[in-house]
């Protein structure tokens, strides 16, 4: 664990180290252990990703954020689908202080599930690779949509579309909704892509009471044995979600983002091929990250 002295949430947790549990995996930003045979130790770090490459430069605080803005989602969302959370403490499943303190505010035990093998990602606004695909083709995802939309401008009814599931350092690639059904079958295609309608328009509709607009999202599913359907992994913060202040918000322009913009965008000047390694994150542009993160955490939860 390092420190950054001066800032307001100094310590940063790049990788964690729990001896006292089996490892299972590393990805972008969560470490996974195992807890038993049917819970897992998740472990949000303050690793931070951008064009599917993880960057050298931790982002301070961001682990406690996100834990904290999903649990408050999952709990706020749980009328609409079950999710994989078990309310054990985090503190409770691991043996030593050094460990607690990796885990203290930034972990959740959460029920072993099996994972559908994509992203349920969901369309409220036309921007990014939407708004290119539009500009292209008329349509997000091969899904036709009118003429004459400008960018930023919201869709006419949020979209579905679902994308692959890349390794680390691998890109997710965009899939139709037929090829969703190939994967995951029609019933289940359908169940997945209801609920993560249903999740986005509920969420949309809170946050709007709290001047944030959530222009777009995504959310993992899995399955336990019996089949039922959960919602797993973390669900809308900066970092599977696009945020924008809705006083800020103007149709035909892409507004400020309460998420990792700031480094996108210096990333995008440095000239950097976009192939790992990243070059290294100047200081106050990462501060400028957390402190986003941490204004979408206090406008959304008050936290």
């Known amino acids: 664990m390092n420190y ?38 998740v472990v949000q770090t303050d690793r931070l990703s951008a064009f599917d490459v993880i960057l050298p430069d931790p982002i301070p605080g961001k682990g406690e954020v996100l834990t904290t803005m999903s649990n408050f989602w999952l709990n706020k969302l749980q009328h609409v689908i079950p999710n ?74 949020p979209l579905f579309t679902p994308s692959t599931k890349a390794a680390v350092g691998d890109h997710d690639e965009n899939i139709s909704f037929a090829q969703a059904v190939e994967l995951l079958g029609e019933a289940r295609a359908n169940e997945v892509r209801d609920a993560t309608l249903a999740l986005y328009i509920e969420a949309a509709n809170y946050a709007a009471t709290k001047g944030i607009i959530i222009a777009d999202t995504k959310f993992e599913f899995g399955v336990d044995e019996t089949g039922k359907l959960y919602l797993i992994d973390e669900a809308l913060t900066p970092d599977s979600s696009r945020f924008w202040p809705a006083d800020q918000y103007h149709v035909g322009s892409n507004p400020p983002s309460f998420d990792k913009q700031f480094v996108r965008d210096w990333l995008e000047a440095s000239g950097w091929n976009k192939r790992d390694p990243a070059p290294s994150i100047p200081r106050d542009v990462l501060q400028k990250t957390a402190d986003k993160y941490r204004e979408a955490l206090a406008k959304l939860t008050g936290a």
């Open 84 to 157: 994989h959370l078990t309310g054990i403490a985090p503190e409770s499943v691991v043996k030593t202080d050094a460990e607690r303190a990796q885990v203290r505010g930034r972990a959740f035990v959460a029920k072993k599930l099996k994972p559908l093998p994509i992203e349920a990602i969901v369309r409220g606004y036309l921007i990014g690779s939407g708004w290119k695909d539009y500009q292209r083709t008329g349509t997000v995802c091969g899904i036709a949509l009118p003429d004459g939309l400008r960018e930023a401008e919201k869709l006419p009814k």
């Open 4 to 41: 950054w002295p001066g800032t307001r949430m100094s310590a940063t947790l790049q990788q964690s180290d729990i001896r006292s549990l089996p490892f299972l995996h590393r990805g972008k930003v969560r470490d996974i252990y195992a807890v038993g045979d049917d819970k897992l130790l």
